[in-house]
C-alpha cells in the first residue's frame, strides 16, 4: 500500500472552491462545482492504525488459508514480509533503545567532567551517537511504513462457523413471511412505477445520467414512510437517532475498510465520488458510500468506559455508489443506483459482547422486514462474500417477483476490532483481566490484557429505500382486469408514517 493511503497528520485550509469529480470507472469524469464554508482549521490527527504485528506473525497459515478462502487481492509473499518487517522493527526498536540509553548516560557523564580535553573526548562520542541514532530513527520510520503498508491488506479473520466458498455456499438461517408468489415480468417494478407515475428515470437520465432517478407521489412518500417506520423500531430498541455527514474523508473510509479507488482493477476504477480540491494539502474527500463510514468515524479515538458500552446508534444519510451499473442484470430500475437513502445500524461495544449484539442487530432488522409483510429470508454468507472488514455477515433477502429473483434488501457485519484497531476506538476495562480471543487466534491468548482494548464495531442496515421500494412495489402492485398497475397495496405498519391522500390500500 502506497505512503499516500496513510493519514495526513495536519492539514489547514482557507476558503476554497472544490470539484465533485464524478468517476464512472474509466468512462471519464464530469464536474460539478461548489464553495466550501470558510473554516479556520481542519486537522486529520487520527494516529496510524495500530495493527497486531505479533498476532499476525504467530498464525502465519491460517491468515493465508483466511485470505485465500475469502478470495483476498493479498500480493504474493505479503504474509511472509510482515514476519520479516516485524523481526526487523523489533531489532530495531531494540538498538535504538539501546543508543537512546546510551546516550543519556553519556550527557549525565559530561555534565560531571571538569577537564576540558577529557569533555572534548565525550563530545565527539556524543555527536556519533546522535548521528547512529537519527540513522536508526530513519530506519524505524522506514520500516514501520512497510511494514502497516503490508499489513492493512490483510483481511479480517472469519467465524469459525462461517460458510467456505462463493455465494451460492450460502447457508439459510430462517424464513420469513407468507409464500412467495409467482414470478411475472408484469410485476416489474420499473413498468409498474411508469404505468402509476411514481418513478422517473428518464428524467434522472437527462439530468445526471443513468442509474439516476426520481421518485414521484406515493414513491417518495413511500421512502419516508419506510425511513420513519424503521427509526421506530430501532429507537424502541435503544438506538440513538444521528444524522450523518454525507462527505467523508478518504483516510476514514479506507480505516472503516472500504477502497476509495480500486487499484487492482484493469484499469483502476473509483469506487466512490471523489471530491476534488484547488488546495492540494487539504485531504482528500469523498461522498460517503454508507452511513457506516460517518458512524464509525463519529467515535475515532476516543476512549470509552466499560460500563458506557455498548453504544448503538442509527444514522441516516445518503448513500453514494459509482459502480452502479456494474453488474449485469443487477442493475435494472432502482436496484442498483448510485445515490439513494439509507438507515444503518452501528454499534460499538466490549470484544466480549459482539456475537450477541450481532444477534441483537439480526433481530432488529428482522423485526422490521416482518412488519412490512413480504417474505424475506437470512443468509449467513460465505467467506467470499465477506468484505475485508467483516468477521461474519447475515444477508437478507427479499422476494421480488418481478425480477424472479431473491434480492438482498440488508446485511449486518460483525467487524470484531478490524475498524476499532484503524479508527482507534477503545474502552477501559471495569475490572478483571479476561480477554476475548477470536477462535482464529489461539495465540492471543499467551498475551496479558490490555487495560485499554480495542472496542467491536458492528454495522447493519435498518433500510435501504431502494430496494424496500423495489420489494414492495413487485408485492403489492395491483392491476385491474386488463393486467394494467391501478395501486398500490401497503402493510399497515406504514400508515401512521404516511402523508397525504392516496389510493394506497392498507393491508395487515
Given at each position: 500500500?502506497?505512503s499516500?493511503?496513510?493519514?495526513?497528520l495536519?492539514?489547514?485550509?482557507?476558503?476554497?472552491?472544490?470539484?465533485?469529480?464524478?468517476?464512472?470507472?474509466?468512462?471519464?469524469?464530469r464536474?460539478?462545482?461548489?464553495?466550501a464554508p470558510?473554516?479556520?482549521?481542519?486537522?486529520t490527527?487520527?494516529?496510524?492504525?495500530?495493527?497486531?504485528?505479533?498476532?499476525?506473525?504467530?498464525?502465519?497459515?491460517y491468515?493465508s488459508?483466511?485470505?485465500f478462502?475469502?478470495?483476498?487481492?493479498l500480493p504474493?509473499g505479503?504474509?511472509?514480509s510482515?514476519?520479516?518487517?516485524?523481526?526487523?522493527?523489533?531489532?530495531l526498536?531494540?538498538e535504538?533503545?539501546?543508543?537512546?540509553?546510551?546516550?543519556?548516560?553519556?550527557?549525565?557523564?559530561?555534565?560531571?567532567i571538569k577537564?576540558?580535553?577529557e569533555?572534548?573526548?565525550?563530545l565527539?562520542?556524543?555527536k556519533?551517537?546522535?548521528?547512529?541514532?537519527?540513522d536508526?530513527?530513519q530506519?524505524?520510520v522506514?520500516?514501520?511504513?512497510?511494514?502497516?503498508?503490508?499489513a492493512?491488506?490483510?483481511?479480517?479473520?472469519?467465524?469459525?462457523?462461517v460458510?467456505?466458498g462463493?455465494?451460492?455456499?450460502?447457508?439459510?438461517?430462517?424464513t420469513?413471511?407468507?409464500?412467495?408468489?409467482a414470478?411475472?415480468?408484469n410485476?416489474?417494478?420499473?413498468?409498474?412505477?411508469?404505468?402509476?407515475?411514481i418513478?422517473?428515470?428518464?428524467?434522472?437520465?437527462?439530468?445526471?445520467g443513468s442509474s439516476?432517478?426520481y421518485?414521484?407521489?406515493?414513491?417518495?412518500?413511500l421512502?419516508?414512510?419506510?425511513?420513519?417506520?424503521?427509526l421506530s423500531i430501532?429507537?424502541k430498541?435503544?438506538?440513538?437517532?444521528?444524522?450523518?455527514?454525507?462527505?467523508?474523508?478518504?483516510?476514514?473510509?479506507?480505516r472503516?475498510?472500504?477502497?476509495p479507488?480500486?487499484?487492482?482493477?484493469?484499469?483502476?476504477?473509483?469506487?466512490?465520488?471523489?471530491?476534488?480540491?484547488s488546495n492540494?494539502s487539504?485531504?482528500?474527500?469523498?461522498?460517503?458510500g454508507?452511513a457506516?463510514?460517518?458512524?464509525?468515524?463519529?467515535?475515532a479515538?476516543?476512549?470509552?468506559t466499560?460500563?458506557?458500552?455498548p453504544?448503538?446508534?442509527v444514522?441516516l444519510?445518503?448513500?453514494?455508489r459509482?459502480?452502479?451499473?456494474?453488474r449485469?442484470?443487477?442493475?435494472?430500475?432502482?436496484?442498483?443506483v448510485?445515490?439513494?437513502?439509507?438507515?444503518?445500524?452501528f454499534?460499538?461495544?466490549s470484544e466480549?459482547?459482539s456475537?450477541?449484539?450481532m444477534e441483537?442487530l439480526?433481530?432488529v432488522?428482522t423485526?422490521?422486514?416482518?412488519g412490512?409483510?413480504?417474505?424475506?429470508?437470512v443468509?449467513d454468507m460465505?467467506t467470499?462474500?465477506?468484505?475485508a472488514s467483516?468477521?461474519?455477515?447475515?444477508?437478507?433477502?427479499?422476494?421480488?417477483?418481478?425480477?424472479?429473483s431473491?434480492?438482498e434488501?440488508?446485511?449486518a457485519?460483525?467487524?470484531i476490532d478490524?475498524?476499532?484497531r484503524?479508527?482507534h476506538?477503545?474502552?477501559?476495562?471495569?475490572?478483571?483481566?479476561?480477554?476475548?480471543?477470536?477462535?482464529?487466534?489461539?495465540?492471543?491468548?499467551?498475551q496479558?490484557a490490555?487495560?485499554?482494548?480495542?472496542a467491536?464495531t458492528?454495522?447493519?442496515?435498518?433500510a435501504?429505500?431502494?430496494?424496500?421500494?423495489?420489494?414492495?412495489?413487485?408485492?403489492?402492485?395491483?392491476f385491474?382486469?386488463?393486467?394494467?398497475?391501478?395501486?398500490l397495496?401497503?402493510?399497515?405498519t406504514?400508515?401512521?408514517?404516511?402523508?397525504?391522500?392516496?389510493s394506497?390500500?392498507?393491508?395487515?
Amino acid at each position: 500500500m502506497s505512503s499516500s493511503l496513510l493519514p495526513s497528520l495536519s492539514h489547514c485550509c482557507q476558503r476554497q472552491r472544490f470539484n465533485i469529480v464524478l468517476q464512472h470507472g474509466s468512462r471519464g469524469s464530469r464536474f460539478l462545482s461548489m464553495k466550501a464554508p470558510e473554516v479556520l482549521s481542519v486537522t486529520t490527527d487520527l494516529p496510524k492504525p495500530r495493527l497486531d504485528y505479533r498476532a499476525i506473525s504467530e498464525s502465519i497459515v491460517y491468515k493465508s488459508h483466511n485470505a485465500f478462502n475469502r478470495k483476498a487481492p493479498l500480493p504474493i509473499g505479503a504474509l511472509q514480509s510482515v514476519v520479516r518487517h516485524y523481526d526487523e522493527q523489533k531489532r530495531l526498536s531494540s538498538e535504538l533503545g539501546l543508543k537512546r540509553h546510551a546516550r543519556s548516560n553519556l550527557g549525565e557523564k559530561m555534565r560531571q567532567i571538569k577537564d576540558p580535553i577529557e569533555k572534548q573526548v565525550v563530545l565527539k562520542e556524543a555527536k556519533l551517537l546522535k548521528a547512529e541514532v537519527t540513522d536508526l530513527e530513519q530506519q524505524l520510520v522506514t520500516v514501520e511504513d512497510i511494514l502497516l503498508g503490508l499489513a492493512l491488506q490483510i483481511p479480517n479473520d472469519t467465524h469459525p462457523d462461517v460458510p467456505l466458498g462463493p455465494e451460492e455456499a450460502a447457508v439459510v438461517l430462517s424464513t420469513h413471511g407468507s409464500d412467495p408468489i409467482a414470478a411475472s415480468g408484469n410485476r416489474d417494478h420499473m413498468d409498474i412505477g411508469r404505468a402509476l407515475g411514481i418513478l422517473d428515470f428518464q428524467a434522472g437520465a437527462t439530468v445526471t445520467g443513468s442509474s439516476w432517478y426520481y421518485l414521484l407521489g406515493e414513491a417518495a412518500l413511500l421512502e419516508m414512510a419506510l425511513t420513519n417506520y424503521a427509526l421506530s423500531i430501532a429507537l424502541k430498541h435503544g438506538f440513538r437517532f444521528v444524522t450523518t455527514p454525507d462527505v467523508v474523508r478518504a483516510d476514514i473510509a479506507l480505516r472503516c475498510g472500504f477502497q476509495p479507488r480500486d487499484q487492482n482493477a484493469d484499469p483502476p476504477v473509483s469506487q466512490m465520488y471523489h471530491i476534488a480540491s484547488s488546495n492540494p494539502s487539504h485531504p482528500e474527500l469523498v461522498l460517503s458510500g454508507t452511513a457506516e463510514i460517518p458512524l464509525g468515524g463519529m467515535f475515532a479515538n476516543q476512549i470509552f468506559t466499560e460500563q458506557a458500552l455498548p453504544l448503538k446508534v442509527v444514522g441516516l444519510g445518503r448513500s453514494f455508489r459509482a459502480e452502479a451499473g456494474a453488474r449485469g442484470a443487477d442493475t435494472r430500475g432502482l436496484y442498483r443506483v448510485h445515490q439513494f437513502s439509507k438507515l444503518e445500524l452501528f454499534v460499538v461495544c466490549s470484544e466480549d459482547a459482539s456475537e450477541q449484539m450481532m444477534e441483537e442487530l439480526r433481530s432488529v432488522q428482522t423485526e422490521i422486514f416482518e412488519g412490512l409483510n413480504f417474505p424475506f429470508r437470512v443468509l449467513d454468507m460465505p467467506t467470499e462474500e465477506l468484505g475485508a472488514s467483516a468477521y461474519r455477515k447475515y444477508d437478507m433477502e427479499a422476494w421480488m417477483p418481478g425480477r424472479g429473483s431473491w434480492g438482498e434488501i440488508s446485511s449486518a457485519s460483525n467487524c470484531i476490532d478490524y475498524q476499532a484497531r484503524r479508527l482507534h476506538i477503545r474502552y477501559r476495562r471495569s475490572s478483571g483481566t479476561h480477554r476475548h480471543t477470536t477462535p482464529a487466534s489461539s495465540s492471543a491468548s499467551t498475551q496479558s490484557a490490555p487495560a485499554v482494548p480495542f472496542a467491536h464495531t458492528l454495522n447493519g442496515t435498518a433500510a435501504a429505500i431502494p430496494r424496500l421500494v423495489v420489494t414492495l412495489i413487485e408485492n403489492g402492485a395491483r392491476f385491474d382486469e386488463e393486467g394494467t398497475p391501478v395501486g398500490l397495496n401497503l402493510p399497515s405498519t406504514l400508515k401512521p408514517f404516511w402523508h397525504g391522500t392516496s389510493s394506497i390500500i392498507w393491508w395487515t
